[in-house]
């Protein structure tokens, strides 16, 4: 049975979506590359490989407005 719902009840509507990456990752990493693409906000937080436990704990809780942690091997 199906369930009972009031006719003037808005119902929610849930979409996803998917996209297909080897069609255009290969675009978006040359304008990435070429500067077309802004992509400074993406890594916050650039760290030193030995701070790998703070990085995770920064990302994690979301401290000092963490919204990416880089690590290099030779920072």
Do not use: N
Not at 23 to 37: C, N, Q, S, T
Not at 53 to 63: E, H, I, S
């Amino acid at each position: 049975m199906a369930p009972v719902v009031a006719p003037d009840a808005v119902v929610p509507t849930l979409r996803g979506s998917q996209q297909h990456g080897q069609r255009w990752i290969p675009m978006l990493l040359e304008r990435m590359a070429a500067g077309e693409i802004p992509t400074e906000h993406l890594m916050t937080h650039p760290m030193a490989l030995d701070d790998g436990a703070k990085a995770y704990a920064m990302f994690k809780d979301k401290t000092d407005g963490c919204v990416r942690a880089v690590l290099h091997p030779q920072a």
